[in-house]
């Protein structure tokens, strides 16, 4: 294994526990729908627009199912690894070419949380519907709304200070210069 896998395999995996640690963090249980509201997506959405779009999905799924094994929430863990791989792999998609150019808050940016987070409130509204039926599942979306709209707001300083600081940080440089 080259050096660069070995350290890229190393980001992966302290973002991977970086998305599950934000996710545990600060729960709010759903009675309705048996799940529970979390600002875990700030840290996939910060993941998607500094490391791209494979980092985003391997770190949001991974990291957010593994989330929900170690909270009891292992009946969302195979929705949650899908639901949040793709909210990962969207943020990467459309925000970090422009986000890794630009180094600041672009309307891209905004752009690329905002259908992340709306991709996250569909997508858990159709695994509610399938688990628990879709007029259980309506419940859900207020609180989801309300978790991607906050991690949105909390994602978009921490965003700004690290695209402008990521030379500073010596194993994320080399993977940025590298990509």
Same mark, same amino acid.
């Given at each position: 294994?080259?050096?660069?896998?070995?350290?890229?395999?190393?980001?992966?995996?302290?973002?991977?526990?970086?998305?599950?640690?934000?996710?545990?963090?600060?729960?709010?249980?759903?009675?309705?729908?048996?799940?529970?509201?979390?600002?875990?997506?700030?840290?996939?959405?910060?993941?998607?627009?500094? !490391? #791209?779009?494979?980092? /985003?999905?391997?770190?949001? @799924?991974?990291? =957010?199912? &593994?989330?929900? +094994?170690? *909270?009891? $929430?292992?009946?969302?863990?195979?929705?949650?690894?899908?639901?949040?791989?793709?909210?990962?792999?969207?943020?990467?998609?459309?925000?970090?070419?422009?986000?890794?150019?630009?180094?600041?808050?672009?309307?891209?940016?905004?752009?690329?949380?905002?259908?992340?987070?709306?991709?996250?409130?569909?997508?858990?509204?159709?695994?509610?519907?399938?688990?628990?039926?879709?007029?259980?599942? !309506? #419940?859900?979306?207020? /609180?989801?709304?309300?978790? @991607?709209?906050? =991690?949105? &707001?909390?994602? +978009?300083? *921490?965003? $700004?200070?690290?695209?402008?600081?990521?030379?500073?940080?010596?194993?994320?440089?080399?993977?940025?210069?590298?990509?």
């Amino acid at each position: 294994m080259t050096d660069f896998k070995l350290k890229k395999l190393t980001i992966y995996g302290l973002f991977i526990a970086l998305v599950a640690v934000t996710t545990m963090a600060i729960t709010v249980p759903m009675v309705g729908v048996q799940g529970y509201v979390n600002v875990g997506d700030t840290m996939i959405f910060i993941t998607g627009l500094l !490391l #791209g779009p494979q980092a /985003g999905l391997i770190a949001g @799924g991974i990291g =957010s199912a &593994l989330a929900d +094994l170690l *909270l009891g $929430y292992a009946h969302w863990a195979p929705w949650t690894l899908v639901v949040k791989g793709v909210e990962g792999l969207l943020v990467g998609l459309i925000g970090y070419h422009s986000f890794k150019k630009e180094k600041k808050i672009t309307f891209k940016t905004v752009l690329a949380l905002v259908v992340a987070a709306l991709w996250m409130v569909f997508g858990y509204f159709l695994a509610g519907g399938f688990m628990v039926g879709f007029e259980a599942a !309506l #419940g859900s979306i207020p /609180g989801d709304l309300i978790q @991607g709209g906050s =991690s949105i &707001l909390f994602s +978009l300083p *921490l965003a $700004y200070f690290l695209g402008r600081n990521i030379s500073r940080i010596p194993l994320l440089k080399e993977f940025y210069e590298q990509e």
